[in-house]
């Protein structure tokens, strides 16, 4: 279950915010960054706050930037969290919204990118959006994944992933503590198989990746850091390699 570091240091969301635009794909409003023309996509999922919040559609547009054509559906049609909605607390909003429809979801617009001449596409999530594209990578729907300070992940998903996988955690994190994230590495280790990343960024906190405030330099730098990691991992597995 979602905890309370899922819901720290919500964003202003915006609908205007990025570089991109947004349009229709495969049934879902999506934020869209780079090249149509290129071969190589990757989703970024988001956490409960959706698709709107500033610092994923900068990602976005980072990643974009590498060459890649970037979507980021609406999973959340319209109904992102809202920390300050006392009717609805996590506990009943994640009800509404389970990862399990995102993953059905995420299955029309990768065939809506593949009918686009996609050949190849990786997915990042983010807490909430972690488990969706671990369910992604289980069934080999991507040919890359990130997961970044998961939520609800299990032993049992990391077992079942079929693709190579990179997971990017965080020192303080009660939904995905070092300890278990250095079980997920056990696992993969024990799948010579599947080619893997485990990486733990000291001094921060869950949802650094995409909750961090602009004028916190150390913040921002481990971001930073952990964008790198991203792109390089989606370089390697959807531009460099002959994998799938």
């Not at 733990?200 to 930073?224: L, M, N, Q, S």
């Amino acid at each position: 279950m979602s905890g309370p570091q899922c819901c720290e240091n919500p964003p202003a969301l915006s609908s205007s915010c990025g570089g991109g635009h947004v349009e229709e794909l495969g049934g879902l409003k999506c934020y869209v960054a780079g090249s149509p023309d290129s071969h190589r996509a990757v989703l970024l999922v988001s956490d409960v706050f959706g698709y709107e919040a500033p610092n994923l559609r900068k990602l976005a547009d980072k990643v974009a930037a590498a060459g890649f054509y970037v979507v980021v559906p609406d999973f959340l049609y319209g109904d992102p969290y809202n920390p300050e909605s006392a009717e609805r607390p996590i506990q009943v909003w994640i009800k509404e919204h389970g990862a399990d429809k995102g993953f059905e979801d995420a299955k029309p617009v990768i065939e809506a990118l593949k009918s686009k001449g996609v050949s190849k596409i990786g997915a990042a999530g983010f807490c909430w959006g972690a488990k969706v594209v671990v369910e992604l990578a289980k069934h080999a729907y991507i040919q890359a994944a990130v997961l970044l300070h998961p939520s609800l992940v299990t032993l049992d998903d990391i077992q079942g992933v079929k693709v190579p996988i990179s997971i990017l955690g965080a020192e303080t994190d009660h939904m995905s503590p070092p300890q278990l994230l250095k079980q997920f590495e056990g696992v993969l280790n024990a799948k010579p198989e599947v080619d893997s990343f485990v990486k733990i960024f000291p001094g921060v906190a869950h949802g650094w990746t995409v909750r961090y405030k602009d004028e916190d330099e150390a913040a921002v730098k481990c971001a930073e850091e952990a964008h790198l990691d991203l792109v390089d991992w989606f370089t390697k597995y959807l531009k460099n390699c002959s994998y799938l």
